[in-house]
């Protein structure tokens, strides 16, 4: 935790770039499994790590997966599922989801075109929501930030969830990002990046350096 503010590295493909963000006090690291992210890793890969990464701090990051590949997931030692969507998908499939990893272990992360909000409905089978920039063609990934009035009111409206925010969010704009929307918990990816999945720490370290900026002020 950075001076308050929960942060979630997410994109990683190296043992040394997972180290250095939990390092700097990142909460979650996160590892994409989603085939066509430039960022995709195998859970042979991340086994491979296993060892050095605390279970209780790995996200398992994936788009619409059936609910044995979230079980095949939770065996090769993920205890977090961050599971990007459709918003009109249905509801029946994001249940499946739920019981087969329990709710508060999932993270929703509804694709929410403008001027849609999240579904009521899934305010029930979870506890932390992603709010991340819409694109018609991407879950995620994008690297521009995203509505931020619309996270806020998101997150004043239902204070009883965990809101992360993520899109975009870099050294200069995290700052600005968290005090126009309140946020307490930032998931970032590209804006710390070098290339798709490497991480740069000195982007890294200035991150964290504005949002303790950000708080102290």
């Known amino acids: 935790m950075i001076d308050g503010i929960q942060l979630k590295v997410c994109g990683l493909t190296s043992l040394a770039d997972a180290a250095f963000s939990e390092s700097l006090g990142a909460d979650y690291l996160g590892f994409n499994f989603y085939p066509q992210s430039p960022r995709h890793v195998s859970l042979a890969q991340v086994e491979a790590m296993a060892g050095s990464l605390p279970r209780s701090r790995r996200v398992a990051v994936t788009v619409e997966p059936e609910a044995r590949d979230l079980l095949a997931m939770r065996d090769g030692g993920f205890g977090l599922f961050q599971v990007h969507f459709r918003h009109d998908l249905p509801l029946s499939t994001v249940e499946s989801w739920a019981s087969a990893v329990g709710e508060g272990n999932l993270w929703l992360a509804p694709k929410l075109p403008p001027g849609v909000d999240f579904p009521g409905a899934l305010m029930g089978l979870g506890g932390t929501f992603l709010f991340d920039t819409f694109?018609?063609?991407?879950?995620?990934?994008?690297?521009?930030?995203?509505?931020?009035?619309?996270?806020?009111?998101?997150?004043?409206?239902?204070?009883?969830?965990?809101?992360?925010?993520?899109?975009?969010?870099?050294?200069?704009?995290?700052?600005?990002?968290?005090?126009?929307?309140?946020?307490?918990?930032?998931?970032?990816?590209?804006?710390?990046e070098s290339a798709p999945g490497k991480k740069d720490h000195a982007k890294l370290v200035a991150l964290v350096a504005a949002v303790r900026r950000a708080e102290a002020h």
């Open 135 to 192: 694109d018609p063609n991407l879950f995620g990934g994008t690297g521009r930030t995203g509505d931020w009035p619309k996270f806020a009111r998101h997150r004043d409206a239902h204070p009883g969830k965990t809101w992360i925010l993520s899109g975009g969010l870099s050294p200069e704009n995290v700052g600005d990002a968290l005090a126009g929307t309140g946020a307490r918990f930032i998931d970032v990816n590209s804006g710390v």
